[in-house]
């Protein structure tokens, strides 16, 4: 791959993997609760000017998400579901 001048390090390949998880629960027949998560993996070759090569990598659990399903109307075919998503982030913010 070519290597850019511009920069002190380009990147050559990037692999991320990521795994879910996921669960719900019926309270009643109108509500259910539901909550999921992640685990995520990356990784990163590099090579820098000088001509050497490098990796990178972080893994950890990312943002969990928990949601509360409504059902708000039925009809014949189908059923109209209004949803509330909670969604904080796992991460720092960078200052």
């Given at each position: 791959m070519m290597?850019?001048?511009r920069y002190m390090a380009s990147p050559q390949a990037m692999r991320m993997d990521m795994h879910m998880l996921g669960a719900m629960y019926a309270v009643s027949d109108r509500i259910t609760l539901?909550?999921?998560?992640?685990?995520l993996s990356n990784s990163m070759?590099?090579?820098i000017r000088m001509g050497m090569d490098f990796e990178t990598s972080s893994f950890g659990l990312g943002d969990v998400t928990m949601a509360?399903?409504?059902c708000?109307?039925?009809?014949?075919?189908?059923q109209v579901t209004t949803s509330k998503v909670l969604s904080?982030?796992?991460g720092?913010?960078?200052s």
């Amino acid at each position: 791959m070519m290597l850019s001048l511009r920069y002190m390090a380009s990147p050559q390949a990037m692999r991320m993997d990521m795994h879910m998880l996921g669960a719900m629960y019926a309270v009643s027949d109108r509500i259910t609760l539901a909550v999921m998560a992640n685990y995520l993996s990356n990784s990163m070759d590099l090579k820098i000017r000088m001509g050497m090569d490098f990796e990178t990598s972080s893994f950890g659990l990312g943002d969990v998400t928990m949601a509360v399903l409504v059902c708000t109307g039925k009809f014949s075919t189908f059923q109209v579901t209004t949803s509330k998503v909670l969604s904080p982030t796992s991460g720092k913010q960078a200052s």
